[in-house]
């Protein structure tokens, strides 16, 4: 099919089909995927339950001198432990960036789940997680011992076992927080580099940055930032409200994957 065929076929299914552009994907990239899995018999399985991703960033900051051991990464930077959560749309459902640089993202995520007005995750659903955190329910994360997919070069990473394709699927599918990161370093300069406002008010700042990309992102057809290439300094560091739904309030070793 030529372009001008696809054009025309485009038009017939928005002018008399009804076919509509929704808020992340075009009428033109719905259809070329359709058309992609009718000539190619491509497989596009998803797991069931998985609402999003999280991971721990860290973003440098400013503190006094007595806070600085406490606040001192394992890289030796001088920073915030800042866990975030992000839906397959990319935008931000959750962020907790009041731990100190020196903090386990495990610790981080404990906290989250149990503080109030916390991370709520209802069962039967989960978020994909890196080797970081334990892999139990409503977290799953990669195989541990099986080579990674990030460790290699993707262009000549073949899997060796099912747990290596698990890793890699796993990893290209929780590539959505990084890129959640990176638009948010890219949009926001105050978040690539450290304040000098007092600790409180920088964590802060976070999340009304992260709250503000989650605007643009609900409100603009199209957001810019997310084509501009990300630059390395753009990369991520390594009231009650009442719920129906029971909800996970705990992390703990688990066989629910295996």
């Known amino acids: 099919m030529d372009r001008n065929a696809f054009a025309i076929l485009c038009e017939l299914l928005k002018t008399r089909g009804g ?89 981080v995520l404990q906290d989250a789940i149990t503080r109030h007005n916390g991370l709520k995750v209802s069962f039967g659903n989960y978020y994909s997680a890196d080797a970081k955190y334990t892999n139990g329910q409503c977290f799953l994360a990669p195989y541990r011992g099986s080579r990674m997919y990030m460790d290699v070069d993707p262009e000549e990473y073949t899997p060796r076992n ?49 709250l503000l990309h989650n605007f643009i992102r609900m409100y603009m057809d199209v957001d810019p930032k997310e084509y501009t290439p990300i630059t390395l300094d753009e990369l991520p560091i390594d009231e009650d409200i009442s719920n129906e739904l029971e909800s996970i309030d705990v992390v703990e070793a688990s066989d629910e994957w295996s």
Not at 82 to 100: A, G, I, P, Q, R
Not at 179 to 205: E, H, N, T
Request: glycine share 4%; hydrophobic share 35%.
């Open 162 to 210: 099912h747990e290596e394709y698990f890793n890699m699927k796993h990893s290209q599918a929780r590539n959505i927080i990084d890129r959640c990161f990176g638009l948010l370093k890219k949009r926001w300069a105050v978040i690539r580099s450290p304040s000098f406002y007092p600790i409180r008010f920088q964590g802060r700042m976070i999340i009304v940055c992260a």
């Open 19 to 107: 076919l509509l552009n929704d808020c992340n994907v075009t009428i033109e990239e719905q259809v070329a995927t359709f058309v992609h899995i009718l000539a190619h018999h491509f497989k596009n399985r998803s797991i069931q339950g998985c609402i999003g991703a999280l991971d721990g960033t860290y973003k440098e900051m400013t503190v006094p001198e007595s806070d600085k051991p406490r606040y001192r990464t394992r890289k030796r930077h001088i920073a915030t432990n800042v866990l975030s959560v992000c839906t397959c749309d990319l935008k931000f459902v959750y962020v907790l960036s009041s731990w100190e640089g020196s903090t386990t993202d495990s610790r």
